[in-house]
């Protein structure tokens, strides 16, 4: 059984992973004044993506513990972010160099955000301090990327760290056969949750 501490910590742990521990609640910079537009909706996809999965997950917690919690997250997490996505007119995901789940693998312009936010991670930097906008040179349709780190946070090691508890990994095993997110240490980047706005069609 986990104890009342240890249920609290895989908790917090499944909003870190979901990227909602942190992401969602801080507003992106402003930049160029033609793309704020575009900024605001990433800002209200991230957000409106965070509240909900947070809800629906304290909600499955308090009803019947964190281990449920689990399949909560793998399920309706996916059915949120499509919602959140059409609401928004944006493309929306978490990713990393070492993914859960396959479907979160990074794509080329990911993997080359995620190497150079751990270069700077690696060099003193906070993993929640990376933050990525690009503007120029998207494919047709998109009109802004946004990346921003997650970090490796105490409660994440519950689930993403060297030592996790045996119901948990069974738990995790059962649907992520080929998970590579463990390992993790305190104070790492952990990976990053990003957004391609789309260009909004003029009638």
Not at 2 to 19: D, E, K, P, Q, Y
Not at 105 to 116: F, S, V, Y
Not at 126 to 147: F, I, S, W
Request: aromatic share 4%; charged share 15%.
């Amino acid at each position: 059984m986990l104890s009342i501490h240890r249920l609290s910590l895989v908790t917090f742990a499944l909003l870190t992973a979901a990227g909602i521990a942190r992401a969602d609640s801080q507003p992106l910079p402003a930049s160029q004044p033609d793309s704020s537009t575009a900024q605001a909706r990433a800002q209200a996809a991230m957000s409106e993506f965070g509240t909900r999965l947070r809800a629906v997950l304290q909600e499955q917690l308090q009803a019947q513990g964190p281990l449920p919690a689990i399949d909560v997250c793998h399920v309706q997490a996916p059915q949120i972010a499509a919602e959140v996505m059409q609401t928004h007119g944006v493309r929306l995901g978490r990713t990393s160099e070492r993914v859960r789940n396959l479907a979160n693998a990074p794509t080329e312009w990911q993997t080359q955000l995620l190497t150079e936010f751990a270069a700077k991670v690696a060099g003193g930097e906070a993993p929640e301090a990376q933050l990525a906008k690009q503007h120029d040179n998207l494919p047709d349709g998109v009109a802004l990327r946004v990346m921003r780190g997650i970090p490796v946070e105490a409660p994440c090691t519950v689930c993403h760290g060297t030592t996790i508890a045996p119901e948990v990994a069974a738990s995790l095993l059962t649907y992520y056969p080929e998970d590579a997110a463990t390992g993790y240490s305190v104070g790492e980047l952990r990976g990053a949750i990003w957004v391609e706005v789309l260009q909004q069609v003029t009638p």
